[in-house]
């Protein structure tokens, strides 16, 4: 009775162990889809992914692919080293909007539009003070309405934002994300710092410089311009001119090519020797014979002597820590507008007003 029932135990492992071992083929043969697969009806898009696809459907026929030629190249056979970007329609008039380092130390410019037509584009003007650039198309048909401008004043940490742009060459891209946060400053070529940037987490990578950022109602918020990266590569760390700049900035390259730096005729020392001297303030270094701040009596380092002159200390009223601070007041003052500086010489403090005037070249 042990024996058979030992037997039987074993008779239905075996046979479940072959069940086990059949179910692969049994499955292949019963459930194989061999004929194509019915479509399940899905709900409607969200809120959110109708946004998306309006933003994307209505602005990106006005986003375009801005490639720089070196010297000596020609479209089709480059030569040296090529650099591209992402520009967007600025008006009627054919304006493209892109980064000034996209363009700068361009022989020749092509603009490749949504359509795909290849045309040919001059440089406008451009400031590496605010990292823009206009350039104008040659000929175009059928160009795409000018992208609507938002406002950068009313922002806030959280909104939606998207990018439309040509990461590593791929246009067309959309990416989106949220504003990170406000009011960051971003150091350009040109060793000044561009106020109120945009901070956003919306992938922006290489190629994506000069493209729109862009709310939910599809309006200009921002010129994408650089990534916070080790590696080149997004990191979730992006920034954007902010439009109010941009909307400053643009009209005055369109009409004279240039934009006017507001300075005072000054040259600053570096942060490293201001810190070395024990000191915090803008440490004037030189000033510029007949310039604003040399009217005003103010004075740089004393070669003969070794001595310091003036250091600023405060303008209108406000402290001064860095030069970023001072440019940016003097970026609110405006060419034509005045400062009233704080500055300390010999222990002494004192309170001078300074016209504000074109430095730039």
Do not use: C
Not at 87 to 113: K, M, P, Y
Not at 334 to 339: D, P, Q, S
């Amino acid at each position: 009775m042990k024996d058979r029932a030992t037997r039987i135990l074993l008779g239905i492992v075996a046979v479940l162990l072959v069940a086990f071992l059949a179910q692969p083929y049994v499955d292949r043969v019963l459930f194989a889809a061999r004929e194509p697969r019915p479509v399940v009806p899905r709900a409607d898009l969200s809120e959110f992914e109708r946004s998306t696809i309006h933003v994307f459907e209505e602005i990106s026929p006005s986003v375009v692919q801005v490639v720089a030629l070196p010297p000596g190249a020609r479209p089709g056979n480059p030569g040296g080293e090529v650099k591209s970007g992402t520009g967007f329609v600025w008006d009627r008039a054919g304006h493209i909007v892109t980064n000034n380092h996209v363009v700068e130390n361009a022989d020749s410019l092509v603009v490749r539009l949504s359509s795909g037509e290849i045309v040919p584009a001059q440089l406008t003007g451009r400031t590496p003070n605010y990292d823009l650039a206009v350039v104008q198309l040659g000929r175009a048909v059928n160009l795409p309405p000018p992208v609507p401008l938002g406002s950068s004043g009313d922002l806030r940490v959280g909104q939606a934002a998207y990018a439309i742009g040509n990461p590593f060459g791929l246009d067309q891209s959309l990416t989106t994300g949220i504003i990170s946060a406000l009011k960051r400053r971003l150091p350009t070529s040109s060793g000044r710092e561009i106020a109120d940037v945009i901070q956003t987490d919306a992938a922006i990578n290489p190629g994506n410089s000069g493209g729109p950022l862009l709310d939910s109602a599809g309006r200009l918020i921002g010129v994408t311009t650089a990534i916070l990266s080790p590696s080149g590569t997004n990191a979730g760390i992006g920034f954007a001119i902010p439009v109010d700049t941009v909307n400053r900035v643009v009209p005055a390259l369109i009409r004279d090519g240039r934009v006017p730096t507001p300075g005072i005729g000054i040259m600053a020392a570096d942060e490293a020797t201001t810190a070395q001297l024990g000191l915090t303030g803008v440490v004037i270094a030189a000033v510029a014979p007949g310039s604003p701040a040399e009217r005003a009596g103010l004075r740089g380092f004393d070669a003969a002597s070794g001595t310091i002159g003036d250091v600023i200390i405060a303008a209108d009223g406000e402290p001064v820590h860095r030069l970023p601070d001072l440019t940016g007041k003097l970026e609110q003052a405006g060419v034509g507008g005045k400062l009233s500086l704080t500055v300390s010489r010999n222990g002494t403090t004192r309170t001078v007003d300074v016209p504000v005037v074109d430095i730039g070249s």
